[in-house]
């Protein structure tokens, strides 16, 4: 199996635009403004990290639109679940390939998705591809999913440079949940040996992310995972 990057992972939150400033006055991360989705009634923006990675700040903003059931479910837990405390949401990949990502829609038995992405402010907007296409397969269970990016200038972590008030060198690690065996399954022993995982004895998903700075310090990011919680959702609908 191919390496596969770091792509994103999502900090599901309260208040865009708060939440966002509360980390900046925290931890000196800046971010820029990442748009909002057609298909979810969610918005977020972005913090860069090295590596061509980001973290996407994402909340509900929509909480009146006549939403399909689904969606409508998914909103009603985002907002319920941010509501207390921030929650990581999800981890992510990248294939360096449309190849790869193929590959990896194949292997789950599952399709390469295409779809409309962010709508951003200036009138610009993305196009997601990402495989397999089934939160049931990945979110829900604590396991990525995997992007592909035809041009990485147009990546949410180039489009728009950003320096931080505490300059970043790396991604230091991210604390995962669940089974080591089962994470590197998904994932494959090449990506596993290579990302700066480590393991907390928790349920699986996401709980930290650690960036190391260019002063030799680290900043931690620690919050409770959303999985367990899209997985009851998940089973909800079927």
């Not at 400033?21 to 990290?49: C, F, Q």
């Not at 590596?51 to 996407?56: F, K, Q, S, T, Y």
């Not at 994932?187 to 004895?201: D, K, N, Q, S, Y």
């Amino acid at each position: 199996m191919p390496v596969y990057d770091l792509d994103h992972v999502t900090l599901g939150v309260r208040h865009l635009y708060e939440s966002a400033e509360r980390l900046r006055r925290e931890t000196g991360l800046r971010s820029h403004e990442g748009g909002w989705l057609s298909v979810m009634p969610t918005a977020h923006r972005v913090i860069p990290l090295p590596g061509d990675a980001c973290i996407n700040v994402e909340s509900v903003i929509d909480h009146y639109a006549e939403l399909p059931v689904g969606v409508d479910a998914f909103r009603t837990w985002f907002e319920e679940t941010t509501r207390q405390a921030d929650h990581w949401m999800t981890w992510n990949l990248r294939a360096r390939s449309y190849a790869d990502i193929e590959d990896v829609a194949r292997r789950f038995g599952g399709e390469v998705v295409t779809s409309p992405g962010a709508q951003r402010p200036d009138g610009s907007s993305a196009t997601t591809v990402m495989a397999p296409g089934n939160a049931a397969l990945t979110w829900a269970r604590g396991l990525p999913n995997w992007y592909f990016y035809d041009d990485m200038d147009q990546h949410p972590a180039r489009r728009t440079p950003m320096t931080h008030e505490r300059p970043l060198l790396a991604v230091a690690w991210l604390e995962i949940g669940g089974d080591p065996a089962e994470v590197e399954e998904h994932i494959g022993t090449e990506t596993f040996e290579t990302l700066p995982l480590r393991f907390v004895a928790e349920s699986a998903g996401l709980y930290g992310v650690g960036l190391r700075t260019r002063d030799g310090e680290e900043i931690a990011l620690r919050a409770a995972s959303g999985a367990a919680g899209l997985a009851e959702l998940a089973a909800r609908a079927g």
